[in-house]
């Protein structure tokens, strides 16, 4: 069982920065892909990025590739988002999961899920 816990969310203004972790526990993710999801309300929950699980290969979701970046670090069984240049589109809860098979842009295909953390963008 692995349980995820994100933190860093919060509150900015358009093209302001926030940097979103999700710590893992219960099992060591270093053989786990690692990605992050948003959902906004009355929306699905959609696809932001994966990392594999040796941290050597990143996808993003078109609309924020070049403006985040994921990054993991294996020995604090913790993975990173770096947001720049924020977007009121942007405005979600943001999921980090995981996952000890192929990395997915399809939700289903993840394997644990954290609560989630709120971020919100402001004009």
């Known amino acids: 069982q692995v349980q995820l816990v994100e933190s860093g969310g919060g509150s900015v203004q358009a093209g302001g920065s926030l940097r979103l972790a999700c710590a893992a526990s219960g099992r060591t993710l270093s053989r786990h892909a690692m990605g992050w999801f948003r959902q906004a309300p009355g929306k699905e929950r959609e696809f932001v990025a994966f990392?594999?699980?040796?941290?050597?290969?990143?996808y993003y979701e078109y609309s924020v590739k070049g403006r985040f970046t994921m990054s993991r670090d294996n020995a604090k069984n913790t993975v990173y988002l770096e947001m720049n240049s924020l977007k009121p589109a942007d405005t979600a809860t943001y999921y980090c999961?995981?996952?000890?098979?192929?990395?997915?842009?399809?939700?289903?295909?993840?394997?644990?899920w954290g609560q989630g953390t709120q971020v919100t963008v402001s004009p």
């Open positions: 990392i594999s699980h040796g941290g050597d290969r990143t």
């Open positions: 999961s995981s996952t000890a098979g192929f990395p997915s842009t399809d939700s289903r295909g993840w394997d644990y």
